[in-house]
């Protein structure tokens, strides 16, 4: 088992930033891939970007790419969502998930990932 934790969101006025952090607890931090998704209100949890386990590999959606970055600190047990540039249409509570890996892959997939932290709101105003 993994528990995940994120941590950082909250409110930002548009072009502001935020770093999300999430942490992981339980087994070896370093052999899960990780994700970031969100999910707005009545809308379906969209994937933002992810990161293999020893980060050789990141992927971005199209909607995030340039602005965002994902890093992690396998000694820290902790996965890092750097957000730029916000626009309003980032509001949304994000979510870290993680799955086991044995291969320099990304996940884009919801269902590709095993555990979910509780998600934390990030609210961008205009």
């Known amino acids: 088992q993994v528990q995940l934790v994120e941590s950082g969101g909250g409110l930002v006025q548009a072009g502001g930033s935020l770093r999300l952090s999430c942490a992981a607890s339980g087994r070896t931090f370093s052999r899960y891939a990780m994700g970031w998704f969100r999910q707005a209100p009545v809308k379906e949890r969209e994937f933002v970007g992810a990161?293999?386990?020893?980060?050789?590999?990141?992927y971005y959606s199209d909607s995030v790419k340039g602005r965002f970055t994902i890093s992690r600190d396998n000694a820290k047990n902790t996965v890092y969502l750097q957000m730029n540039s916000l626009k309003p249409e980032d509001t949304a509570v994000y979510y870290c998930?993680?799955?086991?890996?044995?291969?320099?892959?990304?996940?884009?997939?919801?269902?590709?990932?095993?555990?979910w932290g509780q998600g934390t709101q990030v609210t961008v105003s205009s």
């Open positions: 998930a993680a799955r086991e890996s044995d291969s320099a892959t990304v996940y884009t997939l919801p269902r590709r990932y095993e555990y």
């Open positions: 990161v293999s386990r020893s980060a050789i590999s990141t």
